[in-house]
């Protein structure tokens, strides 16, 4: 049962990972607006989605404005996880591909973790 959370938990993040993407390809690639202004929409947009997504498909929890707040929170401290593993391989002189590689299979398993045990703890 947890690994088929697990599995959900990465499909989710992988699809919301593509509508970021598309959504500061659209912003800034098509409508040519500012980069810094289009990926904080994109943040915003895809995080939501995430948590609604999550909240309902995943942890079967229903939505609220302190969940999300937690979520947020959780998803806030993944970003700040990704950022030092990131510099931290980059002061150890690591190939930048094999940098994101390692964040790219670490944090999604320390953010899974922390939205099962602390936001939607039961």
């Known amino acids: 049962m947890m690994e088929n959370k697990i599995i959900k ?7 919301n990972t593509c509508v970021n993407l598309l959504i500061i390809y659209f912003l800034t690639g098509v409508l040519l ?14 995080n939501l ?8 498909f995943i942890f ?12 947020l929170f959780a998803s806030l401290f993944s970003f700040s996880m ?3 593993l990131n510099t931290f391989f980059y002061f ?4 930048y591909l094999l940098a994101t590689l390692v964040c790219m299979l670490v944090v999604p398993l320390i953010t899974f973790f922390t939205h099962k045990y602390w936001t939607w703890k039961s």
């Open 49 to 56: 989605l995430s948590y609604f997504i999550n909240s309902k």
């Open 9 to 15: 938990f990465f499909l989710v993040g992988l699809f």
């Open 92 to 95: 150890l002189d690591f190939h």
């Open 60 to 71: 079967h929890k229903p939505l609220s404005v302190t969940l999300y707040s937690r979520f």
């Open 33 to 46: 607006i500012n980069i810094i202004i289009s990926s904080t929409f994109s943040f915003i947009i895809s």
């Open 82 to 84: 990704s950022f030092i």
